[in-house]
């Protein structure tokens, strides 16, 4: 008999008893959709449901002398705590950084007890709890944990208890192979777009510019999304910088002393790009604006403008402590100068952490609301393992296998960046001042 589309979904019936939901990296605007609107679903079906305070800060540390507490290290997710947290700012369960599988980079890592000793205590911290599944929610470096977690547990014993995972995917930046757009980018494009259409006014009153930079980190989603939608006269991303911007220098690798080449921007060409959106703007009868910069283009930066600059144990740069709008704004200047025998003040401004807890877009709490409830289908209904939970079309649930979207040898995840040929690139240019 065909179902009345007034009628509530068929009750599932499952071996679930108790999930437990685990929020981490950074926070994005509609994270507590995606929390609650998961939770409310395993409720709804006779599941309790524990949150996990603050990513796997608690879970790595469990064994005899840190048992899993109740308000310290999670809490009982019920209807009165999740009482119209739908549309609220922050994150319920709270988010943290720790990596419990930060030391396994190769498969063969797997099998080495020292390595896998945080996993095994995540593992063991989640049993202790009496949990059935984990529901994973996070960015890309998240999505690598909850496989390694996969991973481990295929590796033990027959009669182990398993705890399957799903992959709610996370972030603002927007750039997460397998879906077509995460949660929270559109609040945080607006919230963006908002902020540049003030420094437009500012620009404007002035006769001055502005050099927005966006975060974003590898890819230019959200440097694209906020110049759109706040008519920035410009935006340049690393996706951006071929043909005449690129070129190549040599490096020595700190570690093996070996030279390499990388590939770095032609900065002067850069520079030049952006004087002459301002020269084409003057023809226009316009003297002032704001030029939105991706934050990854750090990473395209010869090394003499990298000295001084920190680095992790891999050797990546710090982006934020690069301040790319700022080192930008006095090569601007100086160049328009040179051009034009005239000043203009340039000012370079960072914009991005105040957008992460931004109040959610109704796009993003519907979107984080369809994965939520995508975690219960694909753990109840269907009885997934290893899978992310994606959307297309009308809000339509895809389930994607970690193996697509992960490197089995490497056990990293691929950046997606904007299609140089697509409409979306392409819409940009269309707005922006024309150059010659």
């Known amino acids: 008999m065909t179902r009345s589309p007034l009628e509530r979904p068929a009750r599932i019936d499952s071996n679930l008893q108790r999930v437990a939901i685990l929020f981490a990296g950074g926070p994005a605007p509609a994270a507590n959709a995606v929390i609650s609107t998961a939770a409310v679903s395993f409720l709804k079906n006779d599941v309790s449901v524990l949150g996990i305070k603050y990513g796997y800060s608690g879970l790595i540390k469990f064994g005899p002398d840190h048992p899993m507490e109740v308000g310290r290290d999670y809490v009982v997710l019920d209807d009165k705590f999740l009482k119209r947290s739908r549309n609220s700012q922050g994150i319920l369960i709270g988010t943290a950084r720790a990596n419990p599988g930060k030391d ?43 496989n390694k977690f996969k991973l481990y547990q295929d590796r033990l014993p027959a009669e182990a208890h398993r705890i399957p995972v799903v992959h709610l995917p996370k972030t603002i930046d927007n750039d997460y192979m397998g879906i077509d757009f995460t949660f929270g980018y559109f609040t945080a494009v607006h919230f963006l777009a908002s902020e540049i259409r003030n420094l437009l006014h500012d ?59 990388r590939p770095v921007m032609v900065v002067d060409e850069v520079v030049d790009r952006i004087v002459g959106t301002m020269l084409a703007r003057e023809k226009e009868g316009k003297d002032s604006g704001v030029i939105v910069l991706a934050e990854g283009l750090a990473e395209y930066l010869p090394s003499r403008y990298l000295t001084g600059i920190k680095r992790d144990e891999h050797h990546h740069i710090s982006i934020a402590d690069v301040n790319l709008g700022s080192r930008f704004s006095s090569l601007v200047a100086t160049a328009y100068n040179k051009a034009t025998g005239r000043t203009r003040k340039v000012t370079g401004v960072q914009l991005g952490y105040e957008s992460r807890c931004a109040q959610p877009h109704a796009f993003d709490v519907m979107l984080g609301s369809q994965l939520g409830v995508g975690a219960y289908r694909a753990l109840a209904e269907k009885e997934l393992n290893g899978v992310m939970v994606s959307v297309a079309g009308q809000l339509n649930l895809h389930f994607v296998p970690f193996d697509q979207l992960i490197d089995p040898e490497t056990l990293v995840t691929k950046v997606r960046h904007i299609d140089t040929d697509s409409d979306f690139h392409r819409l940009a240019r269309f707005l922006e001042t024309y150059v010659e």
């Open 104 to 146: 396994i980079f190769h498969p063969s890592h797997l099998d080495d007890a020292q390595r896998v000793d945080p996993l095994r205590r995540v593992y063991e911290g989640l049993c202790s709890l009496g949990v059935d599944a984990l529901v994973s929610i996070g960015g890309d470096d998240t999505l690598k944990t909850a």
């Open 203 to 261: 620009a404007e009153a002035g006769r001055t510019y502005f050099l927005a930079e966006t975060m974003g980190r590898s890819a230019g989603w959200l440097a694209y999304g906020a110049a759109i939608a706040g008519e920035a006269s410009l935006v340049v991303s690393v996706e951006d910088i071929q043909g005449r911007f690129l070129t190549e220098e040599e490096v020595v690798d700190p570690k093996t002393k070996e030279t390499t080449k």
